[in-house]
C-alpha cells in the first residue's frame, strides 16, 4: 500500500469530527433476566438495531428506558487479590471505610470494597496512595436481585451475553441472572 494512501488515512482519522454518544439499552433475557446494555457510538439507529437483532436471537426483548434500570444499584467496586498486600484484613478495611467505603468484604483469595459512585474516586485515591493495586476498580450496576436458571436458560444467557459483548459499540453488560 502506498504510503500517500495510509498518511491520508491517518490524517483524515485524527481531523475526524464524529461525535460518540453513550447509549444505555434495558431488556429482558431468557427466562426474565434483567440486562442492562451500556455502548457508546457514532450511530444510535445502527447499534439500537444490533442490540435489539441480539436480544431477538437469543428469545429476549428489548425493552423500554427504564424498565429494567429500577432491579438495579449503581455502585463503586474495588477489588484486591490478597496475595498482592502486605496489610493485614483490619488495617485494610479501617483505610477503605475512613475514605469513604459503604462496605468490606474479606474472601478467601479477594477483598471487595463497595462505594457510593461519588465516593468511588476519594476511595481509590486513598487505596492507591497506600500502594494497593486492583484486580477491578470500577463503578459498576449491581442487581437487588437475582434470577437463577436452568441448563437450557444459562446456555440461552450465555449466548445472549456472548454476541452482545461481539458488537463492536457496546462497552458494559449488566445482568440479574446468579450463575
Not at 138 to 147: A, D, F, L
Request: proline share 2%; net charge negative; glycine share 6%.
Amino acid at each position: 500500500m502506498p504510503n500517500d494512501t495510509i498518511n491520508n488515512a491517518i490524517k483524515k482519522a485524527s481531523t475526524s469530527n464524529e461525535n460518540y454518544e453513550e447509549m444505555v439499552y434495558e431488556g429482558y433475557g431468557p427466562n426474565g433476566v434483567a440486562v442492562i446494555v451500556e455502548a457508546s457510538t457514532d450511530n444510535k439507529n445502527r447499534t439500537a438495531a444490533d442490540v435489539r437483532h441480539v436480544f431477538d436471537k437469543a428469545g429476549g426483548n428489548l425493552g423500554t428506558t427504564g424498565c429494567v434500570s429500577y432491579m438495579f444499584n449503581k455502585k463503586g467496586i474495588i477489588v484486591i487479590e490478597k496475595a498482592s498486600t502486605s496489610m493485614d484484613e483490619e488495617e485494610l478495611m479501617m483505610l477503605a471505610l475512613d475514605a469513604g467505603a459503604e462496605d468490606f468484604e474479606s474472601t478467601d483469595e479477594i477483598y471487595e470494597i463497595t462505594t457510593d459512585p461519588s465516593d468511588f474516586t476519594n476511595v481509590r485515591e486513598a487505596l492507591e496512595a497506600a500502594e494497593l493495586t486492583f484486580l477491578e476498580a470500577e463503578v459498576q450496576m449491581i442487581p437487588t436481585t437475582t434470577v437463577q436458571l436452568d441448563e437450557n436458560g444459562a446456555e440461552k444467557m450465555e449466548r445472549l451475553i456472548e454476541k452482545l459483548e461481539d458488537l463492536d459499540d457496546v462497552s458494559n453488560i449488566y445482568h440479574n441472572w446468579e450463575e
